[in-house]
């Protein structure tokens, strides 16, 4: 009776490389390709941006109404 293939033969032999490419993937975080790194950069850019925008129109809708509550007294 054969032993249950192991997990290295079970998966294809393109399975441990980088897609694309030949080259073995690295014991270690595999360095990724500049348009990923790009792509991060403008999602963190963009969220900071709607994040401050937020903050300031929570703040201006607080001012207006604080104002508007100041001058009915």
Not at 62 to 72: E, F, Q
């Amino acid at each position: 009776m054969s032993s249950p293939p192991t997990i290295e033969e079970s998966l294809p032999s393109t399975a441990n490389r980088v897609p694309g490419s030949n080259l073995p993937i690295a014991a270690g975080k595999p360095e990724a390709p500049i348009e990923v790194l790009i792509g991060r950069w403008m999602l963190i850019g963009c969220g900071a941006t709607a994040l401050v925008g937020l903050t300031v129109a929570v703040f201006l809708a607080w001012v207006m109404v604080a104002g508007l509550m100041d001058k009915s007294l």
